[in-house]
């Protein structure tokens, strides 16, 4: 009798495979910030992420050929997977040309402030309703990524003295916070991994369109070596896999509940950064790093039958 093997995964809730999944999510995206912070200006963002996508569609279309391959209706209405492929391109795109002056710890604090444009938008889009402890997290969280964006400098605060790197990173983050709640409004009830493929494969045809030139321009066998490494990184890690996680996560947990685990993006950063042998913010920068991890605490506890998911 051959013994039947049991996948601990699969033997969680629901719930609890949804957090996971963005767990690893997290940590995933923060190593982008590092690499990316390190080729940003070596290589045209427009370019770089049309590549990523096309190698990430690739992988996520492989995959969904090997566990049962697309369905007719998974084509109806592709409309809605270049509105998505569209946000996340955006996003990207903004995120490299801010990384080319914005360092990488300061960009994940950025990063951190979509929570509460995601609760904001999840509720005019999915009528989730956010309790006031979700809504003191998401303060919370934002006042500890202010605290990062300005160095803990007040005076810096006052005058609003933020790099242009961080301004055109939040703009992109903007289009990143809408991108959960479009996932779970556009969805008909496609698999997993078709859901992904398609709206990758949208992305990269608008990336194409919009990155034609920066394409054509780019001297692809000269780049430097990381370049290469990144791109790899980038299009297996940071986009099919990471792309895979955040739409099951924002399929199965409330909108600002998937964002909360952004909070945990600097932290990340500041250990990719220590792996990589590059500085790390001072002690009084960790205060806000701080404050953000208590608002994914504080977010992450079980509020479920108070929240209405708007399923």
Not at 277 to 302: E, Q
């Amino acid at each position: 009798m051959e013994r039947q093997v049991i996948n601990p995964i699969s033997a969680l809730p629901v719930a609890s495979r949804g957090h996971l999944a963005m767990l690893t999510f997290s940590a995933l995206v923060a190593g982008s910030f590092s690499l990316g912070g390190m080729v940003a200006n070596d290589i045209a963002p427009a370019a770089l992420n049309a590549v990523r996508f096309f190698l990430a569609a690739v992988i996520m279309g492989g995959l969904v050929m090997v566990t049962g391959g697309f369905s007719r209706a998974a084509f109806q209405a592709p409309w809605r997977y270049l509105v998505l492929g569209g946000l996340f391109g955006a996003y990207f795109v903004l995120m490299f040309e801010g990384l080319k002056t914005a360092p990488p710890v300061s960009a994940a604090a950025v990063f951190t402030l979509i929570p509460i444009m995601t609760a904001v938008i999840g509720w005019f889009l999915l009528k989730q309703i956010t309790t006031p402890r979700m809504a003191l997290a998401l303060a919370i969280g934002a006042t500890g990524a202010l605290w990062v964006i300005f160095r803990g400098d007040l005076s810096k605060l006052l005058a609003f003295d933020v790099g242009r790197g961080e301004i055109i990173y939040f703009i992109g983050c903007v289009l990143h916070a809408i991108f959960p709640p479009m996932l779970r409004l556009l969805n008909r009830g496609e698999r997993s991994l078709v859901y992904t493929f398609l709206f990758m494969a949208g992305g990269f045809v608008l990336l194409i369109g919009y990155g034609w030139g920066d394409l054509m321009a780019t001297d692809w066998g000269s780049l430097p070596r990381l370049v290469w490494i990144t791109l790899g990184y980038l299009a297996v890690f940071s986009s099919a896999f990471s792309f895979f996680l955040l739409q099951y996560g924002a399929r199965v947990l409330p909108s600002a509940k998937v964002m909360a685990y952004t909070y945990l993006t600097p932290t990340w950063v500041i250990a990719w950064e220590y792996a990589l042998g590059h500085d790390v913010p001072p002690l009084l920068v960790s205060g806000g790093i701080g404050l953000t991890v208590i608002a994914l605490l504080m977010l992450l506890k079980d509020e479920e039958a108070k929240v209405k998911e708007g399923v």
